[in-house]
């Protein structure tokens, strides 16, 4: 059987993640998160005290760590040594170096691997910032997330996290490895002044037109 993925990719705090979450509902897809295992990555190497730059001791480290993820009632995890790195995910420190460790050939490859992995098993909802254009390129439904910056700062800050996203976009855009970019072929949504509802109810209305209809349905 042919699975779907549906794509949705954009910059820092565009509603990625809350817009990915209600479709998966929705559609009674798989939902994941890639960010969150870019994320475990870096905080396993901090934790470790591996230099984030350092991409050779940080390929060592990965190759010496048990890594896996799966999917349990529509919700996928990702485990490095048994754990999922918790709240500390989203703290300071993680922000500060997940675009240096994301930006790491090895690091991308492994993940990138592991993200394919899903579609054979599961209908899904992806979302990051290269699953249109790398890891599922072939994908009809691609959604490119957007906001200004100032309303995308506004909206980590009211998250009541501390997040320089300005800085963190420009490293994800800059990259060699596949950069943060707009797939010719997705659909971009300035999502500035729409409520989460809104964007929910555009992207769905798209689906709906092209004939995505909830699984099971
Ligand atoms: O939630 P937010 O948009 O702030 O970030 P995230 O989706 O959790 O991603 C954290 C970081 O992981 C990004 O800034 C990228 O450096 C990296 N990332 C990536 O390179 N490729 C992906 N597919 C997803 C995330
Ligand atoms: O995953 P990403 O970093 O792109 O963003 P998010 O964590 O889903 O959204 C960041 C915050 O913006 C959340 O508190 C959302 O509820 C909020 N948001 C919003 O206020 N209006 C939207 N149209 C989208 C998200």
Same mark, same amino acid.
Request: glycine letters at 6%; a neutral charge; aromatic letters at 6%.
């Given at each position: 059987?042919?699975?779907?993925?549906?794509?949705? @990719? *954009? %910059?820092?705090?565009?509603?990625?993640?809350?817009?990915? $979450?209600?479709?998966?509902?929705? !559609?009674?897809?798989?939902?994941?998160?890639? /960010?969150?295992?870019? #994320?475990?990555?870096?905080? &396993?190497?901090?934790?470790?005290?591996?230099?984030?730059? @350092?991409?050779?001791?940080?390929?060592?480290?990965?190759?010496?760590?048990? =890594?896996?993820? *799966?999917?349990?009632?529509?919700?996928?995890?990702?485990? =490095?040594?048994?754990?999922?790195?918790?709240?500390? !995910?989203?703290?300071?420190?993680?922000?500060?170096?997940?675009?240096? =460790?994301?930006?790491?050939?090895?690091?991308?490859? +492994?993940?990138?691997?592991?993200?394919?992995? &899903?579609? $054979?098993? &599961?209908?899904?909802?992806?979302?990051?910032?290269?699953? /249109?254009?790398?890891?599922?390129? @072939?994908?009809? &439904? +691609?959604?490119?997330?957007?906001?200004?910056?100032?309303? #995308?700062?506004? #909206?980590?800050?009211?998250? /009541?996290?501390?997040?320089?996203?300005?800085? #963190? @976009?420009?490293?994800?855009?800059?990259?060699?490895?596949? %950069?943060?970019?707009?797939?010719?072929?997705?659909?971009?949504?300035?999502?500035?002044?729409?409520?989460?509802?809104?964007?929910?109810?555009?992207?769905?209305?798209?689906?709906?037109?092209? *004939?995505?209809?909830?699984?099971?349905?």
């Amino acid at each position: 059987m042919q699975h779907l993925v549906i794509a949705i @990719d *954009g %910059p820092a705090a565009s509603g990625k993640s809350s817009v990915s $979450r209600a479709l998966a509902q929705r !559609l009674h897809y798989t939902l994941v998160n890639t /960010g969150v295992m870019y #994320r475990a990555v870096t905080w &396993y190497v901090l934790q470790s005290k591996v230099e984030p730059s @350092d991409a050779k001791a940080v390929e060592e480290l990965l190759q010496n760590a048990s =890594i896996e993820c *799966g999917a349990r009632d529509g919700q996928s995890f990702f485990h =490095i040594n048994g754990s999922d790195g918790g709240d500390a !995910l989203v703290s300071p420190a993680v922000n500060a170096s997940v675009s240096k =460790i994301a930006s790491q050939t090895y690091v991308r490859r +492994k993940l990138v691997e592991m993200q394919r992995c &899903y579609a $054979r098993n &599961y209908h899904l909802v992806m979302e990051g910032r290269d699953i /249109g254009t790398a890891v599922f390129p @072939d994908t009809p &439904y +691609k959604f490119y997330i957007d906001a200004s910056p100032e309303v #995308r700062a506004s #909206r980590r800050s009211g998250q /009541g996290l501390h997040d320089s996203v300005v800085q #963190r @976009d420009a490293m994800d855009s800059s990259r060699k490895d596949s %950069p943060l970019m707009i797939a010719p072929d997705a659909e971009v949504i300035d999502t500035s002044f729409m409520s989460l509802d809104d964007v929910v109810s555009a992207v769905l209305k798209r689906l709906h037109q092209r *004939g995505v209809l909830p699984s099971g349905a």
